[in-house]
């Protein structure tokens, strides 16, 4: 087994792609009209053939309720391994990116949090 895609609920496709491409550089894999919405993915550059996010519309109130409790509680909705992680959120804050927790010591791990304006909270870390 391997695990090739991971879904992420997003208030709206067209802004999350443009955070997703424009703010935090992965690159678009997939954009597949389905009905109403599209099959939307993004994968890191570097591993373009790697794991793909999916920008999963939260159109379902199941979903729209998840994500909302979740930012409310100021818990991530996904994580992202970086290789020098102040390096990173200082690039993310010179883009406009609002963070929630600047780099923080975990123990053997440095995290981070911001906003992604879709929605969600989403956590950087460097091992």
């Known amino acids: 087994m391997k695990i090739k895609l991971n879904s992420i609920f997003v208030d709206d496709q067209d802004k ?29 550059p570097q591993d373009p053939t790697g794991t793909e996010l999916v920008l999963e519309p939260n159109h379902n109130p199941a979903a729209k309720t998840f994500q909302e409790a979740l930012f409310k ?34 123990g053997d791990v440095t995290i981070a949090i911001f906003a992604d304006t879709c929605g969600n909270l989403i956590q950087v870390y460097q091992l």
């Open 16 to 44: 999350a792609l443009t955070f997703y491409t424009e703010i935090l550089d992965f690159q678009k894999s997939k954009d597949i009209p389905a009905g109403e919405f599209k099959w939307l993915t993004v994968v890191s």
């Open 73 to 106: 509680q100021g818990i991530p909705m996904t994580a992202f391994e970086v290789d020098d992680i102040q390096t990173v959120c200082d690039r993310l804050k010179e883009k406009g990116v609002v963070f929630s927790m600047p780099p923080t010591q975990a």
